[in-house]
């Protein structure tokens, strides 16, 4: 009786295993789809003679993230962004066992596939330095670095690039949690439209906030990238952009993680309690 019990005990220690390595494949394919789709169309923007425009950009972005969440919703549930994965083991919703394997999947996407883009636009990249006389790790290779990274705008504030990542966060967080909310009706039987809702609302943040501040709503959509640009010529400044304050560089890491946190607890505690206060 011991060994038969023994053996279902590790048999399901085993499926376990396989589901989070499964879960995990799904965050890294997810997130690294975002990451292929978004940085692909600042590539071709920059390096090639296709333009796109903020909206067109924007979009692409927005269309990236409503793509990868159909894609890996129905076995991971698509976090595809540390900040909403930490969000989730806070809030208690969330194995804490998953949390660090979820958020390396996540970045590790991220990173291998700035790594195809990089390979793929190798050529034009390469022709584009020598034409403009570009040398990686200078000031001069931040218009090339930005194609892949975030860098905030270094003519405000580090306190206010630190508030507009965060309240930008923050209002994704809370009309993420609410296209979810199963309490409301609508998207509890049109559940299929969400994915689309949620990368329209990336595209309408990215084209209000991008011209005050460029922001990532993401830790692993940036991390990624630029832990690549460090050891493929940009060095330290893949994470500095050549500003002193090296303090910039947390901004696109820690704003959306605060962000995040801040604005599940304002959908938490003032939004769902005040409905449910009111209709009692």
Same mark, same amino acid.
């Given at each position: 009786?011991?060994?038969?019990?023994?053996?279902?005990?590790?048999?399901?220690?085993?499926?376990?295993?396989?589901?989070?390595?499964?879960?995990?494949?799904?965050?890294?394919?997810?997130?690294?789809?975002?990451?292929?789709?978004?940085?692909?169309?600042?590539?071709?923007?920059?390096?090639?003679?296709?333009?796109?425009?903020?909206?067109?950009?924007?979009?692409?972005?927005?269309?990236?993230?409503?793509?990868?969440?159909?894609?890996?919703?129905? %076995?991971?549930?698509?976090?595809?962004?540390?900040?909403?994965?930490?969000?989730?083991?806070?809030?208690?919703?969330?194995?804490?066992?998953?949390?660090? !394997?979820? %958020? %390396?999947?996540?970045?590790?996407?991220?990173?291998?596939?700035?790594?195809?883009?990089?390979?793929?636009?190798?050529?034009?990249?390469?022709?584009?330095?020598?034409?403009?006389?570009?040398?990686?790790?200078?000031?001069?290779?931040?218009?090339?670095?930005?194609?892949?990274?975030?860098? =905030?705008? #270094?003519?405000?504030?580090?306190? #206010?690039?630190?508030?507009?990542?965060?309240?930008?966060?923050?209002?994704?967080?809370?009309?993420?949690?609410?296209?979810?909310?199963?309490?409301?009706?609508?998207?509890?039987?049109?559940?299929?439209?969400? =994915?689309?809702?949620?990368?329209?609302?990336?595209?309408?943040?990215?084209?209000?906030?991008?011209?005050?501040?460029?922001?990532?709503?993401? =830790?692993?959509?940036?991390?990624?990238?630029?832990?690549?640009?460090?050891?493929?010529?940009?060095?330290?400044?893949?994470?500095?952009?050549?500003?002193?304050?090296?303090?910039?560089?947390?901004?696109?890491?820690?704003? !959306?993680?605060?962000?995040?946190?801040?604005?599940?607890?304002?959908?938490?505690?003032?939004?769902?309690?005040?409905?449910?206060?009111?209709?009692?």
């Amino acid at each position: 009786m011991f060994q038969k019990k023994s053996y279902r005990f590790c048999k399901n220690e085993n499926f376990k295993k396989k589901n989070i390595i499964k879960q995990c494949f799904f965050e890294f394919f997810g997130t690294g789809l975002i990451i292929f789709f978004g940085i692909g169309c600042l590539a071709a923007s920059k390096l090639t003679n296709i333009n796109f425009n903020p909206f067109e950009t924007s979009c692409i972005w927005g269309l990236a993230v409503s793509i990868s969440i159909y894609f890996s919703s129905s %076995i991971s549930g698509a976090h595809l962004n540390p900040a909403v994965t930490i969000f989730l083991w806070l809030s208690s919703n969330f194995n804490k066992s998953k949390v660090l !394997p979820y %958020i %390396i999947s996540q970045i590790f996407g991220s990173f291998f596939f700035t790594i195809l883009i990089y390979f793929l636009y190798y050529d034009v990249l390469i022709e584009f330095e020598k034409k403009h006389n570009i040398i990686r790790g200078t000031q001069e290779s931040l218009n090339l670095a930005s194609i892949f990274c975030v860098y =905030p705008n #270094y003519q405000n504030s580090f306190v #206010y690039d630190l508030i507009i990542e965060i309240f930008s966060t923050a209002l994704f967080m809370i009309i993420l949690l609410e296209f979810n909310n199963k309490k409301n009706n609508f998207f509890l039987y049109h559940s299929s439209i969400v =994915p689309i809702l949620i990368g329209a609302l990336v595209c309408m943040i990215n084209l209000v906030i991008t011209p005050l501040n460029n922001i990532s709503l993401n =830790p692993a959509r940036d991390l990624g990238p630029k832990i690549f640009l460090s050891i493929t010529g940009w060095g330290f400044f893949s994470f500095t952009g050549g500003n002193k304050n090296f303090l910039y560089c947390l901004i696109p890491l820690i704003g !959306p993680i605060l962000g995040a946190n801040l604005g599940g607890w304002i959908h938490k505690k003032i939004l769902v309690k005040n409905f449910f206060d009111k209709n009692k």
